[in-house]
């Protein structure tokens, strides 16, 4: 039998969890219109100023939250590749029409 007041606690990230995949869906959403526009323009897949500007961004934004930076990077990490990934997909989708 599962600790009442662990039960609690896990109910509550399992609500934060939900909101991060809203989130997550959200971003995805945008971030294809992202790639439709650059496919359209003919802009590069890749921004690395962008990610570099952005990097520093996550590094701050972990610090402001008391968190380690790196543990923000790694996760923005997966995400940035997820996207970049489908703005390639999407460039080369684009290219064939």
Known sequence: MEDPELA?????IDKIDAHIVELLAQRFKITNQVGLLKAQKKLSVIDPER????AQRYAELANECGMKPQVVQNLFRGIIDEV??????????????
């Open 8 to 12: 609690v606690l896990r109910i509550e």
């Open 51 to 54: 990610e570099a500007r952005q």
């Open 84 to 97: 970049v990934s489908n703005h390639r997909a999407i460039a080369m989708q684009a290219a064939f029409q």
